[in-house]
């Protein structure tokens, strides 16, 4: 496909997006990828090649009917060498295709847009950027403001400024990267399922949750003597190193956290000496308690920067999501964030 210059490359041919046939679901999933490739522009249809194939097989699996979704592009054009780059960001083939789209998707209403790879994403989420161009050895890329494994598998409004405004989007690898880079394919399944489960309504259901920061020490105090005592498992987290921890948080309940802070950016001491050695010691009673059930992300880390750096001796930890989730899927990166994205309907925060 890739390779295949035989088709034409021919500026006047347009691989037109593709309205559902089936109408009477109870989901309306928009499926928005790049440009056309080789077998799109033999066929007239977008994603009818290799990752067309491949993007079917991920739909049916969760039985989502493709005929029943919108399948388009950014760009109706084949690029040269199937390089959208090849194209000016600026320049009619991105910019009539961006028209164009814009004109099919408010035929069809959406309920969510599933943007497949880094154009699409950048198409809704920061249209109004253009794009500068980086040479690599593959060819010509464009660099986006928002990377594709940052934002993928969250939920978020498209910009006033894209194709269909303040539609509920949510993007994921393009099946071609998938092809290239195995270990994507999971994530892109995972998000296909959420975009599925989203189509159903044009709402986006954030979770509420209370993230309490920059508390006093009468205010840390207080948290703190509520979960001494407590037997229901805690969630915790450390930041920093064996010798410097800058902070610790608990988390009582899925929606509820706090974060006691031990050292401020410039490494001194958040606390005077008398209030740290008050919190220090609560904190090491709720860590020692043989009762009360801990829940670490790496813990193993956590735990040695505290035995060791600070000499306070963890009990009960009963859970590590890093370990659970490496059980589920070893080929997936262990991160907080890649787990958010597969297990929580938070967004991507780690830019906040
Ligand atoms: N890749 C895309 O982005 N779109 C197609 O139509 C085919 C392959």
């Not at 199937?82 to 910019?95: L, V």
């Not at 296909?192 to 989203?198: G, H, P, W």
């Not at 020692?288 to 060791?308: A, E, S, V």
Request: aromatic share 10%; with cysteine.
């Amino acid at each position: 496909d890739i390779l295949d210059e035989s088709v034409s490359t021919d500026p006047g041919v347009i691989v037109p997006n593709r309205q559902p046939r089936i109408t009477n679901v109870n989901y309306k999933l928009a499926i928005i990828g790049e440009a056309p490739g080789a077998d799109e522009v033999h066929q007239g249809i977008p994603f009818v090649g290799f990752s067309g194939q491949q993007l079917d097989r991920f739909l049916s699996r969760f039985g989502v009917l493709r005929d029943a979704c919108f399948i388009g592009n950014i760009c109706q054009h084949r690029p040269i060498a199937n390089r959208i780059a090849a194209f000016d960001w600026t320049g009619p083939e991105i910019q009539q295709g961006l028209l164009r789209l814009a004109s099919d998707l408010d035929k069809f209403q959406p309920n969510c847009v599933l943007l497949l790879g880094g154009s699409a994403l950048h198409a809704f989420k920061d249209p109004t950027t253009i794009p500068r161009k980086k040479r690599t050895p593959d060819g010509m890329t464009f660099v986006y403001s928002s990377s594709i494994s940052d934002w993928r598998g969250s939920f978020f409004r498209s910009s006033m400024a894209a194709p269909k405004p303040e539609v509920k989007c949510i993007a994921s690898y393009h099946p071609a990267a998938c092809l290239r880079q195995y270990e994507w394919t999971p994530l892109l399944m995972l998000d296909i399922k959420r975009a599925f489960d989203a189509a159903r309504s044009p709402e986006i259901v954030h979770p509420l949750r209370t993230l309490l920061v920059g508390l006093s020490f009468e205010e840390t105090v207080h948290e703190l003597d509520k979960l001494i005592g407590t037997r229901l498992p805690i969630g915790t987290d450390i930041e920093g190193y064996w010798n410097c921890i800058s902070c610790i948080s608990f988390a009582p309940a899925p929606n509820y956290s706090f974060i006691v802070p031990f050292t401020k950016l410039n490494g001194e001491s958040y606390w005077s000496l008398d209030e740290e050695v008050i919190i220090l010691r609560k904190v090491s009673q709720i860590l020692g308690d043989p009762h009360l059930p801990k829940i670490w992300q790496n813990g193993l880390y956590d735990r040695f920067c505290l035995q060791y750096g600070l000499r306070m001796i963890t009990r009960c930890s009963t859970e590590d999501i890093m370990l659970k989730h490496w059980e589920l899927y070893c080929e997936l990166p262990k991160s907080l964030a890649t787990q958010a994205s597969i297990y929580t309907d938070e967004p991507f925060w780690k830019y906040e």
